[in-house]
């Protein structure tokens, strides 16, 4: 993808998607990469030309090189991502979908230093340490919040991340199109364990999502 | 004859303004309407609320901008001092202006409380 | 001495007579200096030792990144080692510097002598020595601050971090903090009253509007985190429960308060560097800066906008869309401002004929870094991308881009510009272009990688990470990197020791500027000016070969010095028309002594000794209160010569001279600082989990309508002791006793009439609220008895009723604040109970 593929893949790769959100996020990333490379290539270019190449630009007024420069350049562009970024933020807080009544819901909570996971939607499923069991091809939505300082669930590969914020519930929404492994990890400082704060995501086939809680073991 | 420097500050002075009373009505208002676990639903008195005091402002915040170029256009006589106040005034109230829509223009299609 | 009617006195025998009375002397009376020549240097040099002190710690955090799993460090060192690195970076380094450089510099471009203030400039010195000190006491000693930079609460918590390290950050940094509220209201005060003859504002050095506004900025920025650092060291040691969610408090009310201050702290940390290009680039432009005004507007938009961004800093914590959605787009939009400002610099080189220079080398790396960083800035301003990106080394990358790029490149080309002003010597040279690549090449060697070792999941702050991660080739490299940046610093360092030791020393100006620091001899005198200037054109686009000797002969205004005393002029504050002559206070060790006793008053309240903490008090109050003695007149001095035909009343009998000024800037802080705890506690309400209490305080009207009658009584009888001045005597001792009144029933109500204030966080906000204004009329005490006292030696006329007016100004401020006080009980009891969810 895009010429660094080796470089950017990775279990915790936010640049390899493997679900809607992420993939979201990961095209609205090159965009504004590309965007960025050449409104710097415009920036410099213009600063070196100026000083380099004598007489450059002296005809422009000085009205005229703010006014194009400091506003209309960047203005559009500001507007247009803004709005593209408030559309997309919505249709991230549904998971990348539209919410809808079948959706897998998980509580998740954070402790020093591991994450606890209990399952609403399957009755009598025990609770897991540090694995998150979720259905492939369906929209989960995991009610997070932490017994003792603040922590952040992220799984990189499937979505943003939120606050485990204690006396708080925050909500993440999230689907991962295949079934596979994913690697998650705290991402709010949270003491000397925070390093080793990490989970992982088994995303099972759907049809294997009711009993893969019987035979799994706490890890 | 109001203060130059304040005159400068007024039209972000507004802004910021409008910021705090947005933010402020719109989480107040979220708590009022109860906050039911997981809820990302529509509320429409309180998006009202919102959009009526964007609307209000953002029209103010127009009409002033127009006034003060038109202070700058009509009177280009008058010390530097004076010139340069209403000049710069008129910049700050032309940014206030397009701030305004492109910060606050949420309000009328976001989701306005919850996670 | 020379007599006042002396004619025609030779430069040479005026820089003789301003020197003894505005010179040091060396030895221990340099403890006692007040000179900004001096303190600005002293900030300067220490700010660069802190610099050291920090980048030797991020050299520690890259060897210990460069290998997965290393065994270098264990994670609570660390922690420290992380923790010290921001902290000293943000508070110790970045601010102190460009304050070391308005300190120096804002005068002489403004065509004075000193600040308005000196010895509160002293006194700000001392405050960051001795608490910076304080952190790195703790560090050498081990217990050094270690839950982040931005301390996040409940891990900042008594609970979790038990131990003195958070609470050395939460003092020391508020220690250091009070200095920076010193310098910006002295530097609001130099800036909008003490200019050159003439200078109105439009006409005024661009670096002078920069640091108003950065001024401003800090006066309304800095106070929420004071707030806040109160009210996590009131919880740790009170067990005041503000962000224990378990008792009704928030943690992210500490968010709040923390990011409200911190974002405009970046700006505050990039606009002062943005002037000194607006100065120096236009130099070797070889044209005046373009678009002054447009720059003026952008400021004012930026300072603003700063204020509104701070959520950015708070995307994943759970805050509904919309609201995420003002912060995102004024996070945006504050690269317009910013690219106008660009775009000036860009318009001002092309009217030109720009030529090469080391600073503009520097600029050179300015642009190309803060570029990028202002890019991937408008990126993490986008909520959906800063999801991802968030508290991983993406933003780490961004941070040091617009950091280094925006602070520390531009910085780097004032000090190649500046030491020869400051030396006498001009730069030797041979090193300063190797130097630049070197720490350019090696910085973004360091952090550009960093961007993709984010992007690949790397967070921020972990000590280890294991090697199937794949992020250890990218560390290795950024530590590769941050090894030829330290080289890079190290060359730069050596560079300005061999400018001081073998630079050649030169006559005047020899960037060949326009702006009044070249009208004076290099290394400068200590008075700058041996006369003032008038001024009719911008104050960019003058002579200042031709001024400067001018000047020296005595033939601007104040050219002689007068009784031995340090004289400048203020001028009226839109028009610059001259309206008052300054006579400053002598050279003295209080500033010393009384940042020595604020240290002590620090230094008790961490190591818990509370009867030692009224006791230092009282000894600050005291010592401040010995500082006036210095500028006290028995009699009225009436209008004094000031040169050009021209007499002005002296500053102490004009009704608002600049310590009144001064006094409305404090209070806007002060103010800041209540409001900010007001929303605070209305926050919390809203937001934090486990209202209403169990006990909601029930506070009869008796007490609070007691106070409020008090506080009114206070304010008027304030108001007309001023006005009667000098007759005043029974007026400030009625002020004083309704002031005690008010004191005592605020007091009675924060102890006797509310539940207890460890049991919820409603009765702690009650409490910290009303506790809050009953200091204050506390302090107006003290001010009604020191009123008396002065009108009892005769220092107060109806001319000199200065004292007075500031008592005016703060038996009002504290009225308000009572006010609002007395009444706080019954709203948020109100509303915990009848509008509760």
Redesign the interface.
Known sequence: MMGIAAGCTGDLSALEPAGPSAASIARLWWVMLIVSLLIFSLVIGLFLATVFVPGFGRRISAQSWIGGGGIALPLPILFVLTLYAFWQGEHLLRGGGSLSPDTIRIEALATRWNWQFAYLDLPGAPLTHGTLHIPAGRTVEIAVTSEDVIHSLWIPRLGGKIDAVPGHTTFLRLRADTPGRYAGQCSEYCGTGHAGMRFEVLAHAPEDYPTALDYQEDQ | MI???IS??AG??L??VL?VT??GV???G???A??D??T?GNRPALRAV?VALFLVSFAVIILFHRRARRRRMRRDSG???D???R??AT??WL??A??TP??????I??????? | MIEEDMKNPSPVALHKAFERVWGTPPGLARLAAVNHNIIGKRFMLTALVFFAIGGLLAMLIRTQLASSESAFMDAEQYAQVFTMHGSIMMFLFAIPFFEGVAIYLLPKLLGTRDLAFPRLTAYGYWCYLFGGSMLIAALIGGVAPNSGWFMYPPLSSNSYSPGINADVWLLAITFVEISALAAAIEIMVTVLKLRAAGMSLDKMPIFAWYMLVVAAMMLVGFPPLIIGSVLLELERAFDLPFFDPGRGGDPLLWQHLFWLFGHPEVYIIFLPAAGAISTILPVFAGAPLAGYRLIVAALVAMAFLSFGLWVHHMYAVGIPHVALSFFSAASALVAVPTGIQIFAWLATLSQGRPRFSVPMLHILGFMFTFVIGGLTGVMLAIVPFDWQAHDTHFVVAHLHYVLVGGFVFPMLAAAYYWLPHLSGRQPVQHLSQAAFWMLFIGFNVTFFMMHLTGLRGMPRRIFEYPVESGWETLNFISSMGSFVMTMGFALVALDFILLFRFGRRFRRNPWRAGTLEWAMATPPPSYNFASLPSIERRADLLDPDQLGSQLASGKGYLGVPRQARMELLAVEMLSGTPEHVVRLPRRTFLPLWTAAATGCFFLSLLFKLYWLTPITFASIILLFLLWSGDTAEKTDVGSLPVGRGRKLPPHIEMARPPSWWAMIFALAADATAYVSLLFGCLFLWVSAPNWPPQQVPHVESTGPAIAAIALVTAAWAGRSAAARSPHAVGWLALTGIAHLVAAATLIWLATAALPDPRSHALASSVFVVLAYAALRSGLGIIISGYGIWRIRSGYVSQRRSVDLRLGRLWHDFSAIAGLTAAGFPFVMASLACELSR
Do not use: K, R
């Open positions: 203060n130059p420097i400068i500050m972000f002075l802004w910021s910021f947005l933010y719109q989480a107040t979220c708590h009022l109860g906050l676990v997981s990302i919102l010390n530097d001092m010139a340069f106040s000049e710069v910049h700050v940014g206030a397009i701030a492109l910060c606050f223009g949420g309000v299609w976001l989701t306005l409380c919850g996670t």
